[in-house]
């Protein structure tokens, strides 16, 4: 099993930058690939961006191409979004999973966080 914990969120102005961090528990860590996701209000879950468990592949979806950065260090147990040129329209809880193989879908993830919040101002 692996247990996840998001930090990093915030309230940040039109522009800004923030950036996520995500620690998982066990010894095993490096074997998942890593996602985010983010949930606005009164929608549904999507994907943000996913790494794979050496971080060769790393698909973003495409509003979050050259403005999200995803990356990992195994050797602290750790996935990192970082999020720059923030829009109001990013303003959603995100959340990362761990899952055996790098996918979009958010059914391949069996491990989830609980989320933490990011807001973005206009």
């Known amino acids: 099993q692996v247990q996840l914990v998001e930090s990093g969120g915030g309230l940040v102005q039109t522009g800004g930058s923030l950036r996520l961090s995500c620690e998982a528990s066990g010894r095993t860590f490096s074997r998942y690939a890593m996602g985010w996701f983010r949930q606005a209000p009164g929608k549904g879950r999507e994907f943000v961006a996913a790494i794979s468990w050496g971080g060769g592949t790393k698909p973003y979806a495409d509003s979050m191409k050259g403005r999200f950065t995803i990356s990992r260090d195994n050797a602290k147990n750790t996935v990192y979004l970082q999020m720059n040129s923030l829009k109001p329209e990013d303003t959603a809880v995100y959340y990362c999973?761990?899952?055996?193989?790098?996918?979009?879908?958010?059914?391949?993830?069996?491990?989830w966080g609980q989320g933490t919040q990011v807001t973005v101002s206009s």
């Open positions: 999973a761990a899952g055996n193989l790098v996918a979009v879908s958010e059914a391949s993830y069996a491990y």
